[in-house]
């Protein structure tokens, strides 16, 4: 049997100030206010549980601001509407209250997104190293304030595959999202998924790392069709977020 809380419990087991819950509205669902790849943020600082409802274990503390992609839900639990949100910065999946939420305006639909929070170090098409042109197809993700470990996410669902290419790549992980495309994650220090599982987006699938050829700590991140590599919009030094959108409608591939 469910433990019963009183409202007080309740509040304080949310980890939310008291003031924050009038009259009865606390203790009532609304209608479904986000959907599946809504980005959301927090208006306060608020638990995320490893289940719906006020017993379960909280996961992490939020903070007010803090965005994350809703990945299951709504569903109705001692007396709340909860819904399961992956919190992009920290790794973390959890379920937390609606009535904390508001939408951050970001969706990631469902189309390919970025697979890593960082900056671009190098963007995509010709480039000169040690005065040799080379093409350079895909984009380069750098994070120095983090560095080696940060978390590599899948762009989109499919199916992951591990390789090591000792010249190139390193430890690299390839996605096969049907129909002739593919991602890939090369340079990695470590893998999270096995060959032939089966990955949705944001699914965290490795770890940034200096692997093969390399001259730092970084992300190589292509899209391909056939072997052919696509164009990823991007800038030199442009600042981007882990399933935040590219600027390009890939939703068709
Ligand atoms: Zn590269």
Same mark, same amino acid.
């Given at each position: 049997m469910p433990q019963k809380f009183n409202r007080r419990s309740v509040v304080k087991s949310l980890g939310i100030a008291a003031t924050g819950i009038t009259g009865t509205a606390a203790l009532s669902g609304t209608v479904s206010a986000f959907a599946e790849g809504e980005q959301v943020e927090a208006t306060t600082n608020l638990n995320t549980r490893k289940r719906p409802g006020t017993e379960s274990s909280v996961v992490a503390t939020v903070s007010p601001g803090e965005v994350g992609e809703i990945v299951n839900g709504p569903t109705n639990e001692d007396g709340y509407t909860w819904w399961g949100i992956h919190w992009l910065? &920290?790794?973390?999946? !959890?379920w937390s209250v609606? &009535?904390?939420l508001t939408s951050s305006g970001g969706s990631a639909g469902t189309d390919i997104v970025w697979p890593m929070n960082g900056v671009i170090s190098s963007d995509y098409g010709w480039r000169t190293i040690n005065g040799q042109d080379?093409?350079? #197809? #895909?984009v *380069?993700? *750098?994070n120095n304030n983090i560095g080696v470990g940060t978390p590599?996410?899948?762009a989109r669902a499919g199916t992951a595959y591990t390789a090591y290419d000792? #010249? !190139?790549?390193g430890n690299y992980v390839y996605i096969d999202h049907g129909n002739g495309y593919e991602t890939e994650y090369g340079h990695l220090n470590s893998f999270a998924v096995s060959d032939?599982?089966?990955v949705s987006r944001g699914d965290k699938i490795g770890g940034m790392g200096n692997s093969g050829n390399s001259t730092g700590p970084h992300l190589h991140f292509g899209i391909e069709q056939n072997n052919d590599p696509k164009p990823i919009p991007s800038d030199n030094y442009q600042n981007v977020s882990a399933l935040g959108a590219i600027n390009k409608d890939y939703s068709g591939l």
């Open positions: 910065n &920290r790794d973390v999946w !959890g609606e &009535r904390y080379e093409f350079h #197809g #895909g *380069d993700i *750098d590599i996410y899948a000792s #010249g !190139g790549y032939g599982q089966q």
